[in-house]
């Protein structure tokens, strides 16, 4: 078994101003993630309005699969134009870890 952690840390663009725009802007794409058969969640820069933390995991037999999803995430969020990624990190957890 393999698991993927991606770790997202975004900047919304200058038009969110509140909490409640960033909500309405980050909760669609957490919706079209969870399409990929993924967990995912805000989990962090819960209280900035311009800054999000979105955490993806995927869990696989096979470790090129959870890559291949995870990246695939990767695109969708970038390719939005009320983002720009300013980093992603991905962590892993395999049958060697204990």
């Known amino acids: 078994m393999y698991v993927g952690a991606l770790e997202l840390d975004l900047l919304l663009g200058g038009e969110v101003g509140s909490i409640k725009q960033k909500r309405s802007?980050?909760?669609?794409?957490?919706?079209?993630?969870?399409?990929?058969?993924?967990?995912?969640a805000e989990a962090g820069h819960l209280d900035l309005h311009r800054r999000a933390l979105l955490g993806v995991a995927a869990v696989a037999a096979d470790a090129a699969h959870v890559g291949e999803v995870l990246d695939q995430c990767e695109r969708v969020v970038a390719a939005h134009p009320e983002f720009q990624v300013l980093?992603?990190?991905?962590?892993?957890?395999?049958?060697?870890?204990d």
């Open 25 to 40: 802007v980050v909760r669609p794409v957490v919706a079209e993630l969870k399409r990929y058969g993924v967990a995912v």
């Open 87 to 97: 980093s992603a990190r991905t962590r892993w957890l395999g049958p060697h870890d």
